[in-house]
């Protein structure tokens, strides 16, 4: 039956999907069903966007342009930006079938109502097959079922983004050879969201996790835009080693409709956005994943505000760690960053 195996609820799904609705999607399904506090939500297989592609003719399209493209070899900066914008605006812009439209709309419905929110604010995120940081686009705090259905489509363009393409052209692969699953979890309304690492993400000690955080959503951990605090607890007994407070001049904030860059208020910029207890409950969760997961850990965590500890830490998302390799890039590399820095300067996430 169609539809059958193309949406998942996080629940039905393990690391053995990783295939099937990209490795974000997979780990999500796998941290629901080790017990973890993982939002609900649901995930889209990329045999659901290629479903999209074929019955829309949208591939045979998308096909025929990147076959016009010729050589991309050196394709400069300005012709990366006109073929992501003419691809993306072709895929953003077809109709959605109606049956997949009800399909993805009938989960986002359900979706509601198991935490009994009308239109429940959601995030939409890309998940890949293969790991590719910073190339694809997620939306945060999108709500009702229209908007969820225009950001999925959105997500699925952003495949074509110009450091995507700049990243395949340089290492010989084809265009169009990324396909992308999507994660929709529950927003999480987080007073304060990080990132945290079961390994030392520079000098490879795996004798203790390192958290980073800051107010306000993970976006403004993740993206690397601002200043964190930076906590290093010990694995063995959970005892913080080393506090670094920074000073947090701004955030990413939750707001009635998406979210946006705010000021942190200055009573709140040099103090811990954490409590010693709230560090050690994030620590046990990266130690847990670890063991759980079977290999050090990187991953994304956030306080809800409305929620009483220590129910209120959910995961958002984890993937293997590993340690910063200092290298010099490659000529490749340097105009992909500088692409990403230019259009994006924040990982490929966007605010709906």
Not at 47 to 73: P, Q
Not at 115 to 142: D, I, K, Y
Request: hydrophobic share 40%; aromatic share 8%.
């Amino acid at each position: 039956m169609e539809g059958q195996n193309e949406v998942f609820w996080f629940e039905e799904l393990t690391r053995d999907h990783a295939k099937a609705v990209g490795k974000k999607c997979a780990n999500l399904g796998e941290m629901t069903r080790l017990g973890l506090n993982v939002p609900p939500g649901f995930a889209l297989t990329l045999a659901l966007y290629e479903r999209f592609l074929r019955e829309t003719g949208l591939g045979a399209r998308l096909s025929g342009y990147i076959d016009k493209l010729g050589d991309l070899k050196e394709p400069g900066v300005e012709r990366l930006e006109k073929i992501s914008a003419d691809l993306r605006g072709t895929i953003e812009n077809e109709p959605m079938p109606k049956v997949i439209e009800g399909l993805i709309g009938g989960y986002y419905d359900k979706l509601c109502e198991r935490v009994g929110v009308p239109n429940a604010p959601v995030s939409v995120r890309s998940a890949g097959v293969e790991s590719r940081p910073g190339m694809f686009e997620t939306f945060l705090n999108v709500e009702g079922r229209g908007m969820v259905l225009a950001y999925v489509k959105k997500v699925w363009s952003s495949s074509f983004t110009p450091r995507a393409i700049a990243f395949r052209t340089s290492k010989g692969l084809a265009i169009d050879c990324d396909m992308l699953g999507v994660a929709i979890p529950l927003m999480v309304r987080a007073k304060v969201a990080g990132i945290g690492f079961t390994v030392d993400p520079v000098t490879g000690d795996a004798s203790g996790i390192v958290i980073e955080a800051n107010w306000g959503l993970g976006e403004g951990v993740v993206v690397g835009l601002e200043n964190a605090d930076c906590f290093r607890v010990r694995k063995e007994n959970y005892e913080i080693e080393k506090r670094e407070i920074g000073e947090k001049s701004r955030c990413v904030a939750f707001k009635e409709k998406g979210v946006e860059w705010e000021d942190v208020p200055e009573e709140m910029r040099c103090i811990p956005c954490l409590k010693d207890h709230e560090i050690k409950i994030i620590a046990e969760l990266g130690k847990t994943l670890e063991e759980r997961m079977g290999c050090a850990q990187d991953f994304e965590w956030a306080l809800d505000s409305t929620i009483a500890p220590p129910n209120n830490v959910f995961l958002l998302q984890t993937r293997p760690a590993k340690v910063v390799a200092k290298k010099s890039e490659s000529t490749a590399d340097i105009i992909a960053n500088m692409i990403s820095k230019r259009l994006y300067g924040n990982r490929g996430t966007k605010t709906s």
